[in-house]
């Protein structure tokens, strides 16, 4: 029988995360308070995070050290597999050899549990007693509410109202771990009420959504905010992905060619991709190829700006320098395949900027197509977010059909798709459109850019 999953016993698990700040191929530029426009300081950060993980995002340590009680809890799911999509590849005829890391084994279906469960840590041990956050479909919300339940802590959710009516199951498996869940926008904060002034039916959307919980957590001293993706921090979390990924493939005598992860905020991505980039950094795999994968409906890497910009819609995060769609963007409601935020991390934009990454993007019929695929051949339901992925996987393994190279293709498959049916069923009965953002449309969004003068 072929050897279809390389696994990790307990014992060969990573127990440190990797940072890659040190190891940028230029100094990152440093986020403004959105007031003074001058650098952030620790202290502005501190009403919202608790100080190690505002330590986390400044810090200049190569390897940080997980906590015993996170590695108890990522127990429960990690190592996660790695596996080998032979069926896929037999499928396209292809000399290349896919490999994927599968994240979709961990509680609530992502990987987003592996930085829920860091951060909620955190939060408890500096006596934080609640944590206030937004959730898009509400994969995010569901691993943070796991995580809140097992610490013993509140868990208040500001919802995207389109999702909060359309995929109504992620907020019942938030309600059954004990949170709080509102279809923002709310009247309960100033943002909330201020969005619905200018549009009684907003859809909603992250941007507005971060503005309420950011509200929240900032005017209460008990209650901290969390981010699920974005912030360094949260990317540094999600490097136990890539961190096992790299032991696993060691163990077949194999090293990728190419890496692929879809981006939305860049997490996933970050958290395959970082710690082979190290070597990519400061090493000898200077021709690693590291793709990142987003919708043509919002292309923030593809066609977005490199400037400053908000992380929410009101305005009260720190200006962060990032690859952004400009933070009045409202995704289009007709998309179902996730990705939606009009920025993407600052370490991940910075390493497009510098060229040391790529990005595509792809419409949503064929990244829909994809996942059929790659369900019909590998038996696993992939969330849409991760057949952005397995697009870009089989795209690369078709160009190897054509040029006969047996490249080494590493994707991550962040999450399975179990509760995104209904947007698979739009797929079936030919409900899906696809939606390219016009360029006069994003300009009209440029304009918006907050105005930073840089020296
Ligand atoms: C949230 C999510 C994403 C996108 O977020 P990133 O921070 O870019 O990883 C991708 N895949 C799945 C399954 C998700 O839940």
């Not at 330590?55 to 597999?81: A, C, D, G, H, W």
């Not at 490249?407 to 995104?420: A, E, R, V, W």
């Amino acid at each position: 029988m072929r050897n279809n999953q390389i696994y990790l016993n307990p014992s060969e698990m990573p127990t440190e995360y990797y940072n890659i700040l040190p190891d940028m191929p230029e100094p990152m530029a440093m986020p403004l308070n959105p007031g003074t426009k001058q650098p952030i300081s620790p202290e502005d950060l501190a009403p919202l995070f608790p100080e190690e993980l505002i330590m986390q995002e400044m810090s200049p340590e190569r390897f940080i050290k997980i906590p015993e009680e996170v590695l108890e809890l990522y127990s429960l799911s990690r190592p996660t597999p790695v596996h080998r999509a032979y069926r896929l590849e037999e499928f396209l005829g292809t000399p290349a050899k896919i490999y994927f890391k599968y994240e979709g084994v961990n509680p609530a279906g992502s990987h987003k549990t592996n930085t829920a469960i860091a951060q909620t840590y955190y939060n408890k041990r500096a006596g934080v007693k609640k944590i206030v956050t937004e959730t898009g479909a509400g994969q995010w919300g569901s691993a943070l509410s796991i995580a809140t339940q097992h610490f013993g802590m509140e868990l208040e959710v500001f919802m995207v109202k389109v999702s909060y009516h359309q995929k109504p199951y992620r907020k019942t498996l938030m309600q059954l771990h004990g949170a709080t869940v509102h279809a923002s926008p709310t009247n309960l904060t100033n943002s909330g009420r201020q969005i619905l002034e200018q549009d009684a039916d907003s859809p909603g959307s992250l941007g507005i959504a971060i503005s309420e919980a950011v509200e929240i957590a900032a005017n209460s001293s008990d209650t901290n905010y969390s981010l699920g993706s974005v912030l360094n921090h949260v990317m540094l979390h999600q490097t136990i992905i890539g961190e096992e990924a790299k032991i696993q493939l060691a163990k077949v005598d194999e090293y990728p060619d190419i890496i692929i992860a879809s981006a939305g905020g860049g997490s996933n991505f970050a958290g395959l991709s970082f710690p082979f980039l190290r070597d990519k950094l400061t090493g000898d795999k200077k021709d690693l190829r590291v793709i990142a994968v987003e919708p043509s409906s919002c292309p923030t890497l593809t066609k977005g700006k490199f400037a400053y910009d908000f992380g929410d819609t009101v305005g009260f995060t720190p200006l962060l320098k990032m690859f952004t769609l400009g933070h009045t963007f409202v995704p289009p409601a007709i998309h179902a395949g996730g990705l939606r935020y009009h920025g993407m991390a600052p370490t991940v934009s910075h390493l497009h900027k510098h060229g040391v990454i790529e990005a595509q993007n792809y419409h949503q019929i064929e990244v829909f197509d994809a996942a059929r695929d790659f369900l019909t051949t590998e038996g696993i339901l992939p969330a849409p977010e991760s057949a952005h992925a397995i697009i870009a996987a089989i795209t690369e393994a078709k160009k190897c059909k054509e040029t006969g190279e047996a490249k080494t293709i590493l994707f991550n498959l962040s999450g399975h798709g179990f509760l995104d049916l209904g947007a698979y069923d739009s797929y079936i009965n030919n409900n899906l459109e696809d939606y390219k953002l016009p360029d006069e449309v994003i300009m009209r969004y440029f304009a918006d850019l907050p105005v930073i003068e840089e020296s």
